[in-house]
Each structure stands twice: as C-alpha cells, then as structure tokens.
C-alpha cells in the first residue's frame, strides 16, 4: 500500500506563492510516476505538473513558468512551489502516485484559496 499525505495549502492573495508537499509511505516499488492534480466544484479533476521516476516533468499550460513540481528521495517528498498565483488557481490539489501493473494512489488533498 501507498500513503500520500498532502500539506501546505491555504489562504494567499494574488500575486503570491505557496508550496505544496506530499509525503510519501509505504511501497512504491515499480513508481511510474508522480504528479500535482487540482479540482473545483462540479468539474473533472485536471493534472497541473507531473513527474516520471526518470525525472522527466510535465506541466499544464496555464501553469508553466509559475509552477514547479519537485521531489526529495531522500525525504520521500514532492512538491509544488506555486508563484504568481490567481484567483484561478483556487482548487483542491491532490497528489497522485501511479505505480505500474498495480495502479493509482490519490491524498486526501488540500485547499489552495487565491483572493483577488
């Protein structure tokens, strides 16, 4: 089993930054990869960033150049520094661990508020 715990969302203006951490326990043997997932009321959950066990990453056009998506082995931590956010970034942000052949984990996830 995979545990992910989400941490860092809350309340922030616009134009300021926040960074998202998910940690990891359990077994990831045959981790694929891992990313950042956002929702909002009444719409499909939508990847924000990814990252392969090969360290490739992948971002969302309405994130690139204001999100970073990172992780820490040693700590088996991923994070999400979020700059320039808009009131438009305002979600829940889950955190998302596929593994192959056994399937996807998902965090409890955590609110990110912009204020205009």
């Known amino acids: 089993q995979v545990q992910l715990v989400e941490s860092g969302g809350g309340l922030v203006q616009a134009g300021g930054s926040l960074r998202l951490s998910c940690a990891v326990s359990?077994?990831?043997?045959?981790?694929?990869?891992m990313g950042w997932y956002r929702q909002v009321p009444e719409k499909q959950r939508e990847l924000v960033a990814e990252?392969?066990?090969?360290?490739?990453?992948n971002y969302a056009e309405y994130v690139k150049g204001r999100f970073t998506i990172s992780r820490d082995n040693a700590k088996n931590t991923m994070y999400l520094q979020m700059n320039s956010l808009k009131p438009e970034d305002t979600a829940v942000y889950y955190c998302?661990?596929?593994?192959?052949?056994?399937?996807?984990?998902w965090g409890q996830g955590t609110q990110v508020t912009v204020s205009s």
């Open positions: 359990g077994s990831t043997f045959n981790f694929r990869n």
């Open positions: 990252i392969t066990s090969r360290g490739i990453v």
């Open positions: 998302n661990l596929v593994r192959a052949y056994v399937g996807a984990y």
